[in-house]
């Protein structure tokens, strides 16, 4: 089982994120919550280290090796108690742990049935299922620094980051890059997705 992955980000997908580890690229899962800091765990080299849930995704032909990854064993440790709630997978905690950690295990804790039917794919019976299971369990997780999660995964600070991400495999610096998207998200608000904030930046130096 693969306990912990580190290596350099390749390419950020939604809900995912792809590591070269020397040659070998990885596909890890990861929820909203960690996506939004992956910048800030880079190390000095650029690596970033996760540690990993193993798991394997079955169907009736096959079983697919899936990596579901976070930055710490307390943040795992959480997953895990999510997932041992019935008729909450893998996929679907992951999708649903897109705010920090420490607010939803205080929700939990308060029995705050209305805080949890805003994390997507929970609904009002899986909400009450979750307190359930869940309450008067996750008291710990509280200890987990607030890092300010934004809700949604497409918010801009996502897919700014995202852009970067791509202009600096480009070879552009950082600084040049934060220019350019400064510049494009100047020029159209409405941006909304790393697609189109990179192909702005791709009109403005046509432009030039």
Do not use: C, W
Request: proline fraction near 3%.
């Amino acid at each position: 089982m693969i306990a912990r992955i580190k290596g350099k980000v390749a390419e950020l997908k939604d809900l995912a994120v792809v590591l070269d580890t020397g040659g070998i690229f990885y596909e890890v899962i990861i929820p909203a919550s960690v996506a939004q800091r992956l910048s800030a765990h880079k190390a000095a080299d650029g690596t970033i280290t996760l540690v990993t849930h193993h798991y394997y995704q079955m169907t009736p032909s096959s079983a697919t090796p899936v990596l579901v990854g976070f930055f710490n064993d307390l943040e795992k440790d959480f997953f895990l108690q999510f997932i041992s709630v019935s008729g909450i997978g893998p996929r679907a905690a992951v999708k649903a742990l897109d705010r920090s950690i420490n607010e939803i295990a205080a929700a939990i804790d308060k029995g705050d049935s209305a805080y949890l039917k805003t994390l997507p794919g929970i609904g009002q019976q899986k909400a009450r299922d979750i307190i359930a299971k869940l309450q008067g369990k996750v008291s710990r997780f509280g200890l987990i620094p607030d890092t300010g999660v934004k809700r949604e995964l497409s918010s801009a600070p996502a897919f700014k980051d995202e852009a970067v991400e791509v202009l600096l495999q480009l070879q552009y610096k950082k600084a040049e890059a934060e220019v350019m998207i400064a510049k494009a998200l100047e020029r159209n608000s409405a941006i909304n997705s790393t697609e189109e904030l990179l192909n702005a930046i791709y009109s403005q130096k046509a432009a030039r």
